[in-house]
Each structure stands twice: as structure tokens, then as C-alpha cells.
């Protein structure tokens, strides 16, 4: 029930945006050719319509992928609804419309050429969208909160739990949309006493069976044997819904989920992945930018080859055995930076600052490391993403997995040569690995394409992140 709605909230404010937007676009259309230094010859209708249809798709899934919905599970309050969020989904729609803009140049169906576009319109565009955005998010939670406010609406929710973020999941669950919700009833030894009327687990499930209640929340680890079929098996006589919190499951982190197999329906823990859309739109950015930096950087890397080779004896690029997504073996590069056959006697070890079997060249390749630009190839070749969690050593992962909780989590995305650690300054053998994998898996949970290009600009202000 709720998720559904959480849902239908997300996709009403999706297309509410896309309508508000183009609302925009026509008013700043309307508003430079009626009374900001009108000049009707060169503003013709078809040429900006045309411009906007194409814009359009584009900018829905630029929205979309730069995390503007994400944060939108539940209908925020009016005091949540930021202005400055607001401007940034303007900006991100101007971005979109002026690169669509310079990819379609003007012109008529019948192909003359037309001037180029108003800076003016696309100027009051940004303006304008920014408050209609704003102001449709008020409008929206004024519609909601109305009809949350009708008795018909209200939700009756039962609680058997007693843990101390009741309180908090209760007001998520009040801001959902048409969710006026009312606590008929908590079942814990121990809860928080001013969520509700305190009642025995027998007594709450009276409730249940009088018909007095129309959601069932479950977040307690300790019911009675038997108790959890006997809640779900009453939910499914009654038909009324029932939220079950990782609290039922304390074991794991994995995303519990229903699917059907083969006509049978499973409960299924699965990995916290990126969606296949969430997936394309990152690997279409890698592309972009790896080939834009091989491109950039080819000189270079050519000059430093040759260098590496003058310096010292072997081959210019080191290839490593690494622990990609999904825990796949990959072959990652980077240029050299060590005597050849430094690890012959030791066997595989982390690498240390001022290590004394690097080159002088290596180390000053480390230092601005440049060593990693020769990733650039792996994250082409699809084997790693520009951003994402450090890539480690086989030898080393089997031990980091018994050791460090959820640290084969982080194989849940493409490792990538920057990170969300790597940004904070945990980098190297001398840093926490279990500090490095908190970072990480923050990094999955909260991915955007946006946090990826805010990690990037952190990069090149401090430097490539340097790897172990």
C-alpha cells in the first residue's frame, strides 16, 4: 500500500515537473517576443517548439538520472521543499536545453536558416522554472494534505516492535501520500510509550481480527515463536497490509524482495545493485569521458611510456589482477612504477609511501598520480567505472570478507579509479579498510550521476586518488 503511493507520489512529481517546465519554456517564449525587446522576425514559433521536443526527453532523463527523484519516497512537508534544490533541477534543464540547442541548430520545416536562439528566453527560462517548480510543489502537498485530512483517508496502523526508530518510520510513513496516519496500538515489553495505546500481542491482534485496523508495521526481532506466521497469515484473512523491517532479519543487510519462480512466489534477499537505467546512464557517461580523456591525455601518456622505458629495464604498463564487479577477475593497468619483479621475494604485498622499490620516475608518477591514467582503458573496456570503489588484489579480498563486514558489497558496482573514500582522504595501506568500506558502501546506497560528478570535481581539486 504504501509503497505503491510512495511510488505514485514519485512519478506524479516526475510529470508534474516535465509539464511545468515546458510551461517555462512557452512563458519565456511569450514574455521575450510580447514585452522584452520584442523582435518578432527572428523568434518563429516552430523553430523553439522544435527546439523543446527535442530538449524535452532529454531533460526528464538528465532530471532523473541526477538523483532529483530519489530523495522524493514521500510527499515532503512544506518546509522541506527547498528553494535551492529547485534551482538546481532549473539549471540542470537549461544545461540539457542549451547543449540540445547547439546540436540542433535553428531552422524552419522548410529549411531556412534561422537565427540563433534567445540567451533572453533561455535566461528567463531558468527564472521561471525555478519558481513554477517551487511553486508546483506547494500546490501538490496543499492537494495532498487535504485530502489527508479527510476521514476517509485515514490510515490505522498496528505496531509490534520496540526499537528506538519507531518514532521516525511512523513519520515516514505519516507523510506518504494520503497516509493521515492513526497509531491504534503498540505491542512491545520495552517501546516508546507516547507512540500509541500499549497493548499485549494477543490484544493487538484482536484489533486485527475486529477490523479496527488497515496496516500492520513489524519491527521487532524477538516476537514469540510462531508469531510471525500467525501476524501474516491474520493480514492475508484480513487483507490489509503489512511493512516488515530489516529488524526481522538482523543478520543481513541484502534487500529482502518477493518475485515468482516459476509461478511460485519466493522471498528473495538480493544485492543492493544500481538499476539497469541507473547502470546505462553511467556507463554512456564513462564512455563519454574516458574517451574524452584518452583523447586529452594521449600525448602524455605516450611521453611517459617512452620515459618509463629510457629510466629503467621492463615494460612501460603494469598489469595487476584485480576484484571487479560481481567479484570478476580483471586485468587492470597502470604505468610503471617499480623495479620489474618487485614482489619476487616477498610475494603479493599492500604497497607503502616511499616505497624504496619504485623508480624515481614512479615515484613521481605516484606523487601527482599519474600512474592511473592508463585506467582509463579499463573503465572503455567496461571493466571499471570512473567513479566507484577502489578496486583490490585477489589475494588480499578473501581475507577483507571474513574479516570486515559487508566488504563484498562493495562488489555490487564497478570498481572505479576515484571514490567516495579515496575523496575523504582513505587511500593507501596506512588507512582503515573498514573505514574505506563504510565510504563505499555510502557511495552505492546514495549513488546519482550528480554525486559522480560532484566526487570528480573533489578529484581534480585534490589530485587523481591515489590506489593500493
Known sequence: MF????QSARVALFFLDQSVLAVAFAMAYVLKVGWVLPDPNTLIPEVYIRLYLVAAPFIALALSAMGFYRSHDELPSPQRVRKREMVRGALIATGVLILVGFLVPPATSAGRAAPSYSRMIIFMYTGLGTGLLWLSRLTMIAVAGGLRDAPDWTTRVVVFGDSPRLHRLLGALGRTVHA???VVGVSAEQGPDDLGPSLTSDEAIGLVEQGQVDHILLDSDDLPPGRLDEVLALADREGISV????????STHLVPTWEKLG???VMGFVSNELALGERIVKRVFDMTLSLTGLSLFSVPMVLIAALIRIESRGPA???QDRVGSRGAIFPMFKFRTMCTDAEADTGPVFAVENDARCTRLGRLLRRWNLDELPQLINVLMGQMSLVGPRPERPEFVGDF??????YAHKHWVKPGITGWAQIHGLRGSDTSVAERIEHDLYYIEHWSL???IRILIRTLFDGYANAS
Open 401 to 406: 570478507k571474513r574479516s570486515i563486514p559487508r
Open 180 to 182: 493521515n496516519l492513526e
Open 450 to 452: 550528480g554525486f559522480d
Open 263 to 265: 509461478g511460485v512466489p
Open 317 to 319: 604498463f603494469f598489469v
Open 3 to 6: 509503497s505503491r503511493r510512495t
Open 243 to 250: 511493512h516488515i523491517t530489516s529488524a526481522m532479519f538482523p
